[in-house]
């Protein structure tokens, strides 16, 4: 069985998030969403709410598991039997930070390696910091995440949904 492992703090889970896990389900049996707590971005929502919202917008997916960690992601991938980390590169921008963290992980653990994937066109501007700003300034979130998650933001921010 081939596992993945998609890590990310997932503050929220938008469409691009849910886009890249079911595709990944294309190349893995099974596929670990590991919500990580990273304080260092201030998370709006905390640990339990994030892991939520992963479960709301991936329950129709088969073999998807969603779970938190702490750590080293390689040593977690490890503990699980993974054979890869899945993580999304939407644009070139990413790629220099992406590039650099599967070197460290590549040296770190040999046996796990990383697997980009691009998220489909529609998806591929996304970020949730970018989504927050539009949920501030009473933006319409319906083309970027759960109608479920975007009312929790909006509630979140003391907005009212438009």
């Known amino acids: 069985m081939k596992i993945g492992v998609y890590p990310g703090t ?17 190349v893995f049996d099974k596929v670990i969403v590991a919500v990580a707590p990273n304080p260092t971005k201030r998370p709006l929502f905390d640990l339990a709410e994030r892991v939520e919202m992963v479960n709301l917008v991936t329950k129709g997916l ?12 390689v040593e977690y991938a490890q503990k699980r039997k993974a054979h890869a980390v899945i993580r999304g590169l939407r644009a070139i921008s990413d790629f220099e930070y992406e590039f650099q963290m599967a070197l460290v992980n590549r040296k ?31 933006g319409r979130l319906t ?13 979140r921010l003391g907005r009212r949904a438009t």
């Open 62 to 73: 088969p073999h998807v598991e969603v779970v938190t960690f702490k750590g080293l992601l």
């Open 143 to 155: 083309d970027f995440l759960h109608p479920q998650v975007a009312q929790r933001l909006l509630r």
């Open 108 to 138: 770190l653990n040999k046996s796990v390696e990383t697997v980009f994937l691009m998220p489909s066109e529609e998806y591929s501007y996304l970020t949730s910091t970018i989504i927050k700003e539009v949920a501030r300034f009473g």
């Open 10 to 26: 997932f503050d929220p889970v938008t469409y691009g998030h849910t886009d890249i896990i079911a595709r990944s389900l294309h």
